[in-house]
């Protein structure tokens, strides 16, 4: 888990992939956390990426590392943490968030990935490939 976690933070910016009814959308995200051995993201409640994974769990996301020639998607099930801990866990580890978040408001949102399948690629290299 240690080496998707500092990929992901290596990389700063990943995008995430989710299903709005029939048409797939992608953004980029910053946020990324490992909290009591579980990768975690987050987010608004207000926001689309917020309703779009209540309507479907299922997501993805993907970052790419240009120095190494190396890229990493993860697939899986993002599952709604509202624990103050895991809010708080995340918000600590990103400071600046919070003039907008707070663990304790009704919209910062943190989710963790489950039944996850992590695969390592580059053009030169085998696949590899990690299921937390």
């Known amino acids: 888990m240690n080496e998707i976690y500092d990929f992901i933070k290596k990389c700063g910016v990943y995008y995430l992939a989710t299903v709005d009814g029939d048409q ?3 953004r980029p995200f ?3 956390d490992l909290f009591e051995e579980k990768l975690y993201i987050q987010t608004g409640k207000s ?4 309703k779009q994974l ?17 890229w990493l998607r993860v697939a899986g099930t993002l599952v709604n943490d509202d624990r103050v801990e895991a809010k708080k866990h995340m918000l600590d580890n990103y400071p ?4 907008r978040y707070d663990e304790n408001d009704s919209n910062t949102q943190v ?12 053009f030169t290299a085998t696949p590899k490939t990690i299921k937390f």
């Open 24 to 26: 797939p959308r992608v």
């Open 30 to 32: 910053g946020t990324i």
């Open 47 to 50: 926001k689309d990426v917020s």
């Open 54 to 70: 209540a309507a479907n769990p299922k997501a993805e996301l993907s970052c790419f590392d240009g120095a190494a020639g190396t």
């Open 96 to 99: 600046d968030l919070r003039g």
């Open 111 to 122: 989710l963790y990935f489950k039944d996850a399948t992590a695969t390592f690629s580059s």
